[in-house]
Structures are given as structure tokens and as C-alpha cells.
Nanobody, 127 residues
Framework: QAQLGESGGGLVQPGGSLRLSCVASGSARDFTVIGWFRQGPGKEREGVSGITRHDSPPYSADSVKGRFTIVRDNSKRTVFLQMNALEPEHPAIYYC????????????????????WGQGTQVTVSS
């Protein structure tokens, strides 16, 4: 069974940093792509960042480019999302998602591109 587990969320002041972790277990360990999404109350889920298993360039949405960095540790089956210079926003739940099947072109922000989802971790940026 494929499983994803997120951690690292919390309350942080504007301008602060958080590092989120996504641990893939079971068959999810063989992911081809891991993506990070976020969803605030009453908002659609938004693709934030993504990374392939190999050395393709990672993806960052324009809204987070230059502030968020995604890295993977294949040996630990973990993908990290380093979030710096966080901006005030309503609380959002950050989800990681995994795709196991091969692909031609990654559709980073398309939810249907991914087959498995974690439960999410909440991030609140507030003073």
C-alpha cells in the first residue's frame, strides 16, 4: 500500500521559515514525481512545487519562486519543501502527492497527475 506522510507544519511569523517533509512508504517509495500542494479555506488546491525522482529540474509556482526550495533524499524516500520568507496568509494545509507511473511531461499542478496523497500538514503565517 502506498502511503505519504507530511510533517513540519506549524505557526510562523511573516518572514519566517519552515521545512516540510514528505515521507513516502510502501509502494509510494517508488515514486516518479512528488508534488506539493496547498489549500486554504474556501480556496482551490494550488500546486506549489514538484520534483522528479531523478535529475530533472524541479518545479516552483510563480507565487513561491525564489522563496521555496524542493529537494529529495532518495535514500530516505523523503522530499523536503524549504519555505523561506513566508508571507502572511490564511492558514493553509500543505499536501504532498505522489505519482508512480512513468510520464512524458510532468503536469506539476494537475491533481489528476498524482495517484496518492498525504493527509496534509497545516501552515499558519501570522504575527
Amino acid at each position: 500500500q502506498a502511503q505519504l506522510g507530511e510533517s513540519g507544519g506549524g505557526l510562523v511569523q511573516p518572514g519566517g521559515s519552515l521545512r516540510l517533509s514528505c515521507v513516502a512508504s510502501g509502494s509510494a517509495r517508488d515514486f516518479t514525481v512528488i508534488g506539493w500542494f496547498r489549500q486554504g479555506p474556501g480556496k482551490e488546491r494550488e500546486g506549489v512545487s514538484g520534483i522528479t525522482r531523478h535529475d530533472s529540474p524541479p518545479y516552483s509556482a510563480d507565487s513561491v519562486k525564489g522563496r521555496f526550495t524542493i529537494v529529495r533524499d532518495n535514500s530516505k524516500r523523503t522530499v523536503f519543501l524549504q519555505m523561506n520568507a513566508l508571507e502572511p496568509e490564511h492558514p493553509a494545509i500543505y499536501y504532498c502527492a505522489a505519482r508512480l507511473r512513468p510520464f512524458a511531461t510532468p503536469r506539476w499542478s494537475h491533481e489528476v497527475f498524482y495517484a496518492y496523497w498525504g493527509q496534509g500538514t497545516q501552515v499558519t503565517v501570522s504575527s
